[in-house]
Antibody, heavy 121, light 108 residues
Framework: EVRLLESGGNLVQPGGSLRLSCAAS????????MTWVRQAPGKGLEWVSTVIGSGGDTNYADSVKGRFTISRDNSKNTLYLQMNSLRAEDTAVYYC??????????????WGQGTLVTVSS | EIVLTQSPGTLSLSPGERATLSCRAS???????LAWYQQKPGQAPRLLIY???SRATGIPDRFSGSGSGTDFTLTISRLEPEDFAVYYCQQYDSSPWTFGQGTKVEIK
């Protein structure tokens, strides 16, 4: 059974940093791309970032480029999102999602339960 | 960037009725790289359809997807009580991967 468990969400001040983690189990982690998607309170879904299975390539939404860094540790079956220079508009539930392929075009068949990031003074 | 526009914003229907949800893309989505997700309050999204018309594992056959190019449709043939939720389309043809704004299917 595929399981994705996010952690690390918290209340942080504007300009601060936070690192999210997503512990994966139930599949061969390094064979699938992994993605972060966020959802601001009462709003729709927004893709944030994707890393391919090997970790060798990453992709970011313009809204987070230069501030967020996605990475993965395939030896620990864990996905990360390092978030720096946080802004109020980054407040959201952050979901990790498993891709349907190692790279390229893929959909997201499994999602974690999400972790809440609140950016406020 | 491919912009996805979903309509209607809200669909008010009764259990047993047919629901038809639309997703229109600002440019052609090649090879039907389009997915549909269902989201209930307080829950993560759940994949329903990928490749525009393929049902994900465990999805009941009352859910069906169709379309190509710029126009896609999600149909729920007979609404069950558990189907009242928000539905999102999403394209994975061209980065940045984008979602529609969602259609809420509510009980009439």
């Amino acid at each position: 059974e595929v399981r994705l468990l996010e952690s690390g969400g918290n209340l942080v001040q504007p300009g601060g940093s936070l690192r999210l983690s997503c512990a994966a189990s139930g599949f061969t982690f390094n064979s699938y791309a992994m993605t972060w998607v966020r959802q601001a309170p009462g709003k729709g879904l927004e893709w944030v970032s994707t890393v391919i299975g090997s970790g060798g390539d990453t992709n970011y939404a313009d809204s987070v480029k230069g501030r967020f860094t996605i990475s993965r540790d395939n030896s620990k079956n864990t996905l990360y999102l390092q978030m720096n220079s946080l802004r109020a508009e980054d407040t959201a539930v952050y979901y990790c999602a498993k891709g349907s392929a190692a790279a390229g075009r893929h959909y997201w068949g499994y999602w974690g339960q999400g972790t809440l990031v609140t950016v406020s003074s | 960037e491919i912009v996805l526009t979903q309509s209607p914003g809200t669909l008010s229907l009764s259990p047993g009725e047919r629901a038809t949800l639309s997703c229109r893309a600002s440019q052609s989505v090649s090879s039907s790289y389009l997915a549909w997700y269902q989201q209930k309050p307080g829950q993560a999204p759940r994949l329903l359809i990928y490749g525009a018309s393929s049902r994900a594992t465990g999805i009941p056959d009352r859910f069906s997807g169709s379309g190509s190019g710029t126009d896609f449709t999600l149909t729920i043939s007979r609404l069950e009580p558990e189907d009242f939720a928000v539905y999102y389309c999403q394209q994975y043809d061209s980065s940045p991967w984008t979602f529609g704004q969602g259609t809420k299917v509510e009980i009439k």
